[in-house]
């Protein structure tokens, strides 16, 4: 019988839990919310707080410049997102680390991230920015060749190849260098924040994405639950050191959000 490609998929990870080769990712910066958005957001998130977790507000910046209609709605699903977290991700991804070390999770994030190759490559030729397209195919290629699909990153230490940090083009940033801008503030359940411009552009890169095409739909659910459940493995604790320390976290995670989401854009 022919192999389907989640079985296939399912089979490339354990094997990767097998294998003793040393692991190829060096330390990394890691986002501090646990949402779609922050894949490549590293240090330039914590720099949007201060020394006690909060954002200045300065007049006339982008928080001040987007507008929040929705707030009633925006904050029901911050908190609902906020409640998942603790009583279903964090727990799952807790038991989940105890069990599979961490080197097997980087190799997993490896992975997705390079699985994720269509949603940078398309966004770097619709900006124009034809050398970053180049520089992630050469990425993409050197690890899926020589990384066993991608469980290794062995484009990042490879100097000619240069590549471009993973996740920093995607189809909302694309819209937003057109000139088109954020639109109102927006809260969703379990993607979190987000505005109108970078809901479009979630749909659209959906669509670029490898897993959304996995059939039935439920291994699309499932290899996407997954993917997130071992991100947040590799990140527990750092949403809670925020939280804590925010007056409002709400108006923390949405400053912080809107001002990255600008820089990226400017870049």
Not at 169 to 183: F, K, M, S, V, Y
Request: contains cysteine; proline residues 7%.
């Amino acid at each position: 019988m022919k192999r389907s490609l989640f079985t296939t998929l399912t089979l490339l990870a354990f094997a990767a839990l097998l294998c003793v080769a040393p692991a190829a990712a060096g330390d990394q910066e890691h986002p501090l919310e646990v949402a779609q958005w922050e894949y490549d957001a590293g240090g330039e998130f914590e720099e949007a707080f201060d020394a006690h977790g909060n954002t200045p507000s300065q007049e006339g910046d982008i928080v001040e410049r987007t507008p929040d209609p929705f707030e009633g709605w925006n904050r029901f699903w911050f908190q609902v997102n906020d409640n998942l977290y603790f009583y279903l991700l964090k727990p799952v991804s807790q038991g989940y680390s105890y069990v599979v070390p961490e080197r097997p999770r980087q190799w997993v994030e490896n992975f997705f991230t390079n699985l994720m190759f269509p949603v940078r490559f398309v966004n770097s030729l619709l900006q124009g920015k034809f050398e970053s397209a180049g520089m992630e195919t050469s990425k993409f290629i050197a690890n899926t060749a020589f990384g066993l699909g991608g469980l290794a990153d062995v484009a990042s230490d490879m100097g000619p190849v240069r590549p471009t940090p993973p996740g920093d083009e995607d189809l909302g940033q694309t819209l937003g260098a057109w000139g088109i801008g954020n639109g109102p503030y927006l809260v969703w359940p379990v993607i979190g924040p987000s505005s109108a411009r970078d809901t479009v552009g979630y749909v659209g890169d959906h669509f670029l994405t490898p897993t959304t095409y996995l059939n039935p739909w439920y291994w699309s659910l499932a290899a996407k639950s997954y993917e997130k459940i071992n991100f947040v493995s590799l990140r527990l604790g750092e949403y809670e050191d925020i939280k804590e320390g925010a007056i409002d976290p709400y108006v923390t995670f949405k400053s912080a959000y809107l001002r990255y989401r600008e820089k990226k854009v400017s870049q």
